[in-house]
């Protein structure tokens, strides 16, 4: 079966500090990669997505990540973390055209 | 574009009492998708639909849930005799089979159901 795992339940960083939050997947062939992010009580947003091609993928609000097929990893990073950064952060997969699976989420907090 | 909505936003109920949530997706798509999230947890997922038909539902959806869609528009997810094990949020989210072929999906902004 599928799996997501995210093994980062909670990060701390410095306002402008840079972020790297990290996610392994356990699939047979290359799935479709996601983040999400989630302020609290508030549905999920996507921040990027990985299908095929450049496996360096940029998206909204200055994260970027990068898929490391022999690593099976698609960790998301920023360069410079500002407070409203701070939420949580759902890495998911869609292996095939079916329901995403996600991991349990990291929780990041930002500090001054 | 609106995006996906959901109704109601919170929702406490006693043990025991049927509660029904309301999802429209955001127009022309054609798939829809039910998630509970649980405190800690990412959303798991519960079951889905293209346009009417109903085409996967997991074991996490016990005999007391029932989703329906009924014009493929929008959806209702029906929990019977709730326990205090359903407090949790229910998110729903949509996707078109023109964006990604159907796979990146948007989500409301959920359910909080809380069962006393």
């Known amino acids: 079966a599928q799996s997501v795992t995210q093994p980062d339940i909670h990060i701390t960083v410095s306002e402008g500090a840079s972020l790297e939050l990290r996610c392994n997947y356990s699939?047979?062939?290359?799935?479709?990669l996601f983040w999400y992010v989630q302020s609290p009580g508030q549905g999920l947003q996507l921040l990027l997505k990985y299908f095929s091609g450049d496996t360096l993928v940029q998206g909204i609000k200055g994260f970027e990540a990068e898929f490391k097929r022999s690593q099976s990893s698609f960790n998301l990073r920023k360069p410079s973390v500002h407070w409203s950064d701070a939420a949580e952060y759902f890495c998911?997969?869609?292996?095939?055209?079916?329901?995403?699976?996600f991991g349990k989420g990291t929780r990041l907090s930002v500090i001054a | 574009d609106t995006g996906v909505s959901q109704d109601p936003r919170h929702k406490i109920t006693k043990r025991g009492q049927n509660v029904t949530f309301r999802c429209d997706p955001i127009?022309?798509?054609?798939?829809l998708y039910w998630y509970r999230q649980t405190l800690g947890q990412g959303p798991e997922f519960l079951t889905y639909?293209?346009?009417?038909?109903?085409?996967?539902k997991s074991r996490l959806l016990s005999d007391r849930f029932s989703a329906e869609r009924p014009k493929g528009s929008f959806s209702t997810l029906e929990i019977q005799r709730t326990e205090q094990g359903d407090s949790a949020m229910y998110l729903c989210?949509?996707?078109?089979?023109?964006?990604?072929?159907?796979?990146?999906?948007?989500f409301g902004p959920g359910t909080r159901l809380t069962v006393t």
């Open positions: 639909f293209q346009n009417e038909a109903q085409l996967e």
């Open positions: 699939y047979g062939a290359t799935p479709y």
């Open positions: 127009s022309e798509h054609n798939r």
């Open positions: 998911a997969v869609a292996p095939g055209n079916t329901p995403l699976v």
């Open positions: 989210a949509s996707s078109s089979p023109l964006l990604d072929r159907g796979r990146e999906q948007y």
